[in-house]
């Protein structure tokens, strides 16, 4: 098992294994929608606050966010590659 790199940043998260001269593996951005209790996308207009900026100038404002997004980078995007 390698050792994973995550660099959340306020835009974009790159992560990757700790490989030297190698670019992240994946890099997505930080921004996310808001799901509802019953996993559906909020797609309705009608509701305010739809997007969720989990970090924001360098520090985590929503660390709910933050764990979904590194439960999905080293459960499912990094184990796949």
């Not at 992240?24 to 808001?34: G, N």
């Amino acid at each position: 098992m390698e050792a994973a790199v995550v660099d959340a940043g306020s835009s974009l998260l790159k992560a990757g294994f700790a490989i030297p001269d190698q670019t992240p593996a994946l890099i997505i951005p930080t921004q996310m929608k808001r799901m509802l209790d019953d996993g559906s996308v909020t797609d309705n207009p009608l509701v305010d606050d739809v997007a969720v900026d989990p970090v924001v100038r360098g520090y985590i404002r929503d660390w709910d966010a933050i764990e979904d997004l590194l439960h999905y980078v080293c459960t499912l995007a990094l184990d796949g590659k």
